[in-house]
Nanobody
Framework: QVQLVESGGGLVQAGGSLRLSCVASGRILSINTMGWYRQAPGKQRELVAVISSGGRINYADSVKGRFTISRDNAKNTMYLQMDSLKPEDTAVYYC????????????????WGQGTQVTVSS
């Protein structure tokens, strides 16, 4: 079974930066789409950014120009560089991977990490 583990969260002042990492482990031949999502207290989980295996990227409007998503396919790792952080960015950030090819005949779908807390103080 494929597992995703996030790291890099923490407490930072407004205007500061954090870099999140997500490592996928297990038997993996390739991963189609990877993405970052976040959930603030009392709110629904929302998309932050997604990146395809070919490097196509989409960002939520609220983070455009401040966050940068990237991935290293050879390491099955994804990153989120978060700059100019705002208190409204406070949330648990989750890593997602979809359509993970585990062998020639089968794939796993829609895997989630356990989340990492990001807190931005004003």
């Amino acid at each position: 079974q494929v597992q995703l583990v996030e790291s890099g969260g923490g407490l930072v002042q407004a205007g500061g930066s954090l870099r999140l990492s997500c490592v996928a482990s297990g038997r993996i031949l390739s991963i189609n789409t990877m993405g970052w999502y976040r959930q603030a207290p009392g709110k629904q989980r929302e998309l932050v950014a997604v990146i395809s295996s070919g490097g196509r990227i989409n960002y939520a409007d609220s983070v455009k120009g401040r966050f940068t998503i990237s991935r290293d396919n050879a390491k099955n790792t994804m990153y989120l560089q978060m700059d100019s952080l705002k208190p409204e960015d406070t949330a648990v950030y989750y890593c997602n991977a979809d359509r993970i090819r585990v062998d020639r005949w089968s794939s796993e779908y829609d895997k989630w990490g356990q989340g990492t807390q990001v807190t931005v103080s004003s």
